[in-house]
Nanobody
Framework: QVQLVESGGGLVQDGGSLRLSCAAS????????MGWYRQGPGMSRDAVAT???????NYADSVKGRFTISRDNAKNTVYLQMNGLKPEDTSVYYC?????????????WGQGTQVTVSS
């Protein structure tokens, strides 16, 4: 199996910055899309940013210009640099890795890391 371990969450003030990391380990054949999602209390899990194997990025409108997603393929790691954080960014953030397996693609999820932005 594949395990994803997240780190980097925490408590910051309005306008602060955090950098989330998610490292994948285990039986990995080939990683396709990697991304970050967030889910607040009673809310759905929505995409924040994704990045393809070729480096193409996609961001939710609410974070464009503030967040930057990147990946290190050699380390099987995806990052999310979050600048200009706002209280509305407060959520549990989950990383997602889509892996190409012999019979198709499979999604794996991190355990979630709490990001809290105070005013």
């Amino acid at each position: 199996q594949v395990q994803l371990v997240e780190s980097g969450g925490g408590l910051v003030q309005d306008g602060g910055s955090l950098r989330l990391s998610c490292a994948a380990s285990g039986s990995i054949f080939s990683i396709d899309v990697m991304g970050w999602y967030r889910q607040g209390p009673g809310m759905s899990r929505d995409a924040v940013a994704t990045i393809t194997g070729g480096g193409t990025t996609n961001y939710a409108d609410s974070v464009k210009g503030r967040f930057t997603i990147s990946r290190d393929n050699a380390k099987n790691t995806v990052y999310l640099q979050m600048n200009g954080l706002k209280p509305e960014d407060t959520s549990v953030y989950y990383c997602n890795v889509k892996i190409r397996e012999p019979f198709g693609y499979r999604d794996y999820w991190g355990q979630g890391t709490q990001v809290t932005v105070s005013s």
